[in-house]
């Protein structure tokens, strides 16, 4: 393959990455903003605050945050501050996921992979090691794009010419 073909192929990925990134955010955002007092209910279960006012935030907030982001991936706009906004965002939720597995396996004496909730994701439940690669795996990508991926297609760069 030539540099250039491998470029392009690059472009292609990094573009069709983005657009999936935004995408699950998109639709992980509007599940959650469409059910808030499911999604508080949630959000409680992981016992990271006793104010009320900071459950209710996140419970308010985190969806439209997801939403906005997905929807700037999706467009091409501010792709390596968002990318880097989704790790910030993803690395604590995986940690906090996984402790709550741990926390359950350990309780309920089962394999953690037999760990099975719902974290909140806007999935329902989940199988958690299911959950945890996926999460990695959106890390990834969104390490991609923070490295300059995904340039292509981007309204910001559309606008500018």
């Not at 192929?9 to 959650?32: E, H, I, N, Q």
């Not at 965002?89 to 996984?98: A, D, G, K």
Request: glycine fraction near 8%.
């Amino acid at each position: 393959m030539s540099a250039g073909a491998a470029n392009k192929f690059l472009d292609v990925s990094s573009v069709l990455a983005r657009w999936f990134l935004g995408g699950v955010f998109v639709y992980m955002g509007m599940s959650k903003a469409l059910r808030p007092e499911e999604f508080l209910k949630l959000v409680h279960q992981y016992q990271l605050t006793d104010s009320a006012f900071v459950l209710n935030f996140i419970a308010a907030a985190l969806p439209w945050f997801e939403v906005i982001c997905g929807l700037l991936l999706v467009a091409g706009f501010a792709v390596r501050g968002t990318a880097l906004l989704l790790v910030l965002m993803l690395v604590p939720f995986t940690i906090v996921v996984l402790r709550r597995a741990l926390a359950i396996h350990t309780l309920q004496s089962i394999p953690l992979c037999a760990v099975k909730f719902d974290c909140g994701c806007g999935n329902g439940e989940e199988w958690i090691c299911r959950k945890v690669a996926e999460n990695c795996g959106l890390i990834l990508l969104a390490v991609w794009l923070l490295a300059g991926r995904g340039k292509q297609f981007c309204l910001r760069y559309q606008l500018l010419r």
